[in-house]
């Protein structure tokens, strides 16, 4: 109500300007309009005495004051918004509201188990979970179960016959399996090795003399070579025209290298592993 009165009455602050009935001007000062001392029917001119008494009686009747009963500093009021008060005036000092709560300091030691609790299984379930992804990549990269099924291959050569070579599939390759009679061991070993072009002993070829293991599989473009077939009794691969010995060892045509011999062991007599 204060701050409206003090808006509608812009024109009593300051100087008045009051006509007597004389037609001359008199300047009378708001803060004389206010103060019984100054303002009294002895020291006004007597046209204005009439205007005095009717402003002190409707100030009166209606409580109105032309300013705050009390200056607005004093009262700890400002013009200005918070925030902007707030900003304008920077300080350290924070107060918090405690009427309906209690506030721990930092560092409270009562606190410091649940504290604890939480930042250790926060802990937990990100290390248990960077450890299943680690796992989950680790695995994606082993072989799966029909692979490993693949990775190893037994076969039976007792039904073998001397002289004879038996096709088998090992990790989705043909592998030969040759059973040498006394001439093709003698034929394999009579070879001047050092005219070969992948020199190889055929004694670093086996494991036992009678029995020849290689990957089916030519080493210049990968075709399948014809068993018991080219120029020197072993195998012959009619796609380029390379030719292989008794031992598998490249002896014509554009291979650079022999076949391969693949991991091998005998479980027993008959009866050997490969893989």
């Known amino acids: 109500m204060l701050r409206a009165v003090g808006r509608r009455l812009p024109a009593i602050s300051g100087l008045t300007r009051i006509t007597s009935p004389s037609s001359s001007l008199a300047l009378v000062s708001s803060d004389a309009l206010r103060d019984d001392t100054v303002i009294s029917s002895a020291n006004l001119p007597q046209g204005l005495q009439l205007l005095n008494t009717s402003w002190k009686s409707h100030f009166l009747s209606r409580g109105f004051s032309a300013e705050s009963?009390?200056?607005?500093?004093?009262?700890?009021?400002?013009d200005i918004p918070a925030t902007i008060a707030a900003v304008k005036n920077p300080t350290s000092k924070i107060e918090y509201d405690e009427s309906n709560h209690e506030r721990?300091?930092?560092?409270?030691?009562?606190?410091?188990?649940?504290?604890?609790?939480?930042?250790?299984?926060?802990?937990?379930?990100?290390?248990?979970?960077?450890?299943?992804?680690?796992?989950?990549?680790?695995?994606?990269?082993?072989?799966?179960?029909?692979?490993?099924?693949?990775a190893s291959l037994e076969v039976d050569l007792s039904s073998i016959e001397p002289g004879s070579t038996v096709t088998v599939k090992w990790r989705g390759k043909p592998v030969f399996i040759r059973r040498r009679t006394e001439d093709d061991i003698q034929l394999a070993n009579s070879v001047n090795v050092n005219a070969l072009r992948d020199p190889q002993e055929d004694s670093e070829r086996v494991l036992t003399p009678?029995?020849?293991?290689?990957?089916?599989?030519?080493?210049?473009?990968?075709?399948?070579?014809?068993?018991?077939?080219?120029?020197?009794?072993?195998?012959?691969?009619?796609c380029h025209g390379s030719h292989y010995d008794i031992s598998g060892r490249i002896r014509k045509g554009p291979a650079p290298y022999n076949l391969e011999v693949p991991t091998y062991k005998f479980l027993e007599e008959n009866k050997m592993l490969i893989g």
């Open 104 to 150: 721990f300091a930092p560092g409270d030691p009562s606190k410091r188990a649940f504290t604890y609790f939480v930042l250790t299984g926060g802990r937990f379930v990100y290390a248990s979970f960077i450890r299943l992804l680690v796992l989950k990549f680790i695995l994606s990269m082993s072989a799966s179960k029909d692979v490993l099924a693949m």
């Open 69 to 78: 009963l009390a200056p607005r500093h004093e009262l700890g009021f400002s």
């Open 210 to 238: 009678e029995w020849l293991v290689v990957v089916g599989v030519c080493t210049h473009l990968g075709c399948v070579p014809l068993p018991n077939a080219g120029d020197y009794g072993g195998w012959f691969c009619p």
